[in-house]
């Protein structure tokens, strides 16, 4: 007989994979800190190449000239900036709540990780940082601090939705690309982490907790 390792025990699966999502929850929070695009590029306008030939007539071929193209700004406008450094402060409420979590798992601690790069890549957008969010952190604090991972998971669900719902709010609203783009990049990981907290708090098969955000926005990012 040909002799076959034992089955993993199911506890080390688990931890494996955990660890696997978490490594893949701090990549995507990399990505977003290395790929932003540069505000040059983003507003160098396009070259016009030089004109041919000698003479004073235009070519029968040469378009007829027009106004150049309005184009959005690349920095943050002032309103952008007013929009976006609470959201800042949201997500470094965020990253200290899974920090506070009384549960010990890799998913929450890269949780808290990603958090903090999304906050530094918004302080190099507007400029320097922003203080916590202390009212959201004090409301919810008490939610994060069991011991339990699915009842941290199921805070941190409920955090990432209202999150993602306030983000998708202020995106609609910014005047320039650099922070529309940011902001974008950062809604959509944090839309990847509500999925992943759904299935860590048990509720990996429920349709409505993986696709559907029926969350509010956060009134103390938005200011409504």
Do not use: W
């Not at 390792?5 to 494996?16: F, L, N, Q, S, Y």
């Not at 999502?21 to 290395?34: C, D, K, M, R, S």
């Not at 695009?37 to 190449?49: D, E, G, M, V, W």
Request: net charge negative.
């Amino acid at each position: 007989m040909i002799a076959t390792d034992e089955p993993a025990d199911a506890g080390t699966r688990i931890a494996d994979r955990r660890r696997m999502i978490a490594a893949g929850i701090v990549a995507a929070a990399g990505a977003i800190v290395g790929g932003r695009t540069s505000p040059a590029a983003a507003t160098t306008p396009p070259t016009t190449p030089p004109a041919t030939g000698g003479g004073s007539e235009p070519s029968a071929s040469a378009p007829a000239e027009s106004a150049p193209p309005t184009t959005a700004p690349g920095r943050p406008t002032a309103a952008d900036v007013e929009l976006l450094r609470p959201l800042q402060s949201a997500e470094l409420a965020a990253k200290e709540l899974y920090r506070a979590a009384g549960a010990d798992d890799p998913v929450l601690g890269a949780l808290a990780e990603s958090h903090q790069a999304y906050a530094d890549v918004l302080a190099a957008l507007l400029g320097g940082s922003s203080e916590r969010d202390d009212t959201l952190y004090e409301e919810r604090l008490g939610d994060f601090e069991s011991s339990d991972v699915a009842a941290v998971s199921s805070a941190g669900y409920e955090l990432e939705s209202a999150l993602v719902s306030t983000h998708a709010d202020v995106l609609g609203q910014l005047e320039a690309i650099d922070g529309a783009t940011t902001l974008a990049s950062i809604l959509i990981v944090e839309s990847r982490h509500c999925a992943v907290l759904a299935d860590l708090s048990g509720r990996g098969d429920d349709l409505d907790a993986l696709l559907i955000n029926r969350s509010p926005a956060l009134t103390t990012a938005t200011g409504v």
